[in-house]
């Protein structure tokens, strides 16, 4: 069974950071393309970055890039997502999803976490 589980949302105030973490079991990660994405109240989910397989060529969204980097341990079978320079419109349902496809577009992904939220406090 294929669980993505993600962790270490929380609260934090506008200006700060958070690392979250994407953990993967009941797959072999390292052939995984894997994003993160997020979804506030009342909007559509949002892309925010990917990372290949092997961790090369990671490309973000404008809204995040410069702020937010992704990356990979495929020993860990975890991708994180470290954010600085949070802003209160970051808040969001955080999620990561995993795909097959070396260039997955969003109805690609085959596997998505529930889900860690982050609320940022102006």
């Known amino acids: 069974q294929v669980q993505l589980v993600e962790s270490g949302g929380g609260l934090v105030q506008a200006g700060g950071s958070l690392r979250l973490s994407c953990a993967a079991s009941?797959?072999?990660?390292?052939?995984?393309?894997v994003a993160w994405f997020r979804q506030a109240p009342g909007k559509e989910r949002e892309f925010l970055a990917v990372?290949?397989?092997?961790?090369?060529?990671?490309y973000y969204s404008g809204s995040v890039k410069g702020r937010f980097t992704i990356s990979r341990d495929n020993a860990k079978n975890t991708v994180y997502l470290k954010m600085n320079s949070l802003r209160p419109e970051d808040t969001a349902v955080y999620y990561c999803a995993a795909a097959s496809l070396i260039v997955p577009r969003e109805e690609d992904y085959d596997y998505w976490g529930q889900g860690t939220q982050v609320t940022v406090s102006s």
């Open positions: 990372i290949r397989r092997s961790g090369a060529s990671p």
């Open positions: 009941g797959l072999i990660f390292s052939r995984y393309t």
